[in-house]
C-alpha cells in the first residue's frame, strides 16, 4: 500500500515559480505520476519518473528521489490558467501482474495576478 | 482522433438501486481503468481492464464490477447503492495501461448522485 502527502493549498503570483512537494511511503514501487485537474474536468497527464532526477517538460519539471520517498512538481513562469488542482500518484504492484496507482489528496494551487 | 467518452454524464440513482456506466477508449487503447473521486477520499483507483480481462482491482467492496468487451468498451456496475457512492466516477485509457509510464487519458466522468 501506499501513504502519499502533498500541501492542501498553495497560492502564488503571476510570472513567479512555485514547487509543489509530494511525499511518499510504498511498499513497493513503479512510477510516480503528476496530473493537473482544473475544476469540474477530468485530470490531464503531466509527467511520469521512474528513474531519480529531474524531467522537464517546458514550463513544468518534475523531480524524483527514491531513497527519500520524495518528488516535487516545479511550475515557472505561472499563468492564471495554472489555478487548478495537483495530483500526484504513486504506482506499486498488484496482484495481477500490473500495477495500482494511488493518489494523494491533490494541492490545489491559486495564481493570483 | 476522438477522445475517451463516457456515458451518461449525469446520473441521479436512489439507495438500493443499481447502475451501470459506460467509457469508450480512445481508438487502438486496449486498457481501461476506473477510478472514483470524492471530496473525502480523493481519487480512487477501482480496476482496471486490459484485453477483456481485469488485472488489478483497487481496495472496493464485491458490489464494484466491470467488465470490458472485445471492441475495448468497459463498463462498471455498482449493485445495491450506497449515499456514499455519490462521486464522480472517471475511465482513462491507454496502450499499455498500468504496466507502462505512458499517459493515460482521461474521460470526462459520468457524475452520480444517490439519493
Known amino acids: 500500500g501506499q501513504n502519499i502527502d502533498q500541501p492542501t493549498e498553495m497560492t502564488a503570483t503571476e510570472g513567479a515559480i512555485v514547487q509543489i512537494n509530494c511525499t511518499y511511503q510504498t511498499s513497493g514501487f513503479n512510477g510516480l505520476f503528476w496530473y493537473q485537474q482544473h475544476a469540474g474536468e477530468a485530470p490531464t497527464f503531466l509527467s511520469y519518473n521512474v528513474l531519480d532526477g529531474l524531467e522537464e517538460k517546458g514550463r513544468f519539471s518534475s523531480f524524483l528521489s527514491r531513497s527519500k520517498g520524495y518528488s516535487y512538481l516545479l511550475l515557472k513562469e505561472l499563468q492564471m490558467k495554472d489555478s487548478a488542482s495537483y495530483l500526484c500518484a504513486v504506482r506499486d504492484p498488484g496482484s495481477g501482474g500490473s500495477y495500482i496507482p494511488t493518489f494523494g489528496r491533490g494541492t490545489s494551487l491559486i495564481v493570483h495576478p | 482522433k476522438a477522445g475517451v467518452t463516457q456515458t451518461p454524464r449525469y446520473l441521479i440513482k436512489t439507495r438500493g438501486q443499481q447502475v451501470t456506466l459506460s467509457c469508450s477508449p480512445i481508438s487502438g487503447h486496449r486498457s481501461v481503468s476506473w477510478y472514483q473521486q470524492t471530496p473525502g477520499q480523493g481519487l480512487q483507483f477501482l480496476f482496471e481492464?486490459?484485453?477483456?480481462?481485469?488485472?488489478n482491482k483497487g481496495n472496493f467492496p464485491g458490489r464494484f464490477s466491470g467488465r470490458q468487451f472485445s471492441n475495448s468498451r468497459s463498463e462498471m456496475n455498482v449493485s445495491t447503492l450506497e449515499l456514499g457512492d455519490s462521486a464522480l466516477y472517471l475511465c482513462?485509457?491507454?496502450?499499455?495501461?498500468?504496466?507502462?509510464?505512458?499517459?493515460?487519458?482521461f474521460g470526462p466522468g459520468t457524475r452520480l448522485l444517490v439519493l
Open positions: 482513462a485509457s491507454s496502450s499499455r495501461g498500468q504496466t507502462s509510464g505512458e499517459t493515460q487519458y
Open positions: 481492464y486490459f484485453s477483456e480481462t481485469q488485472r
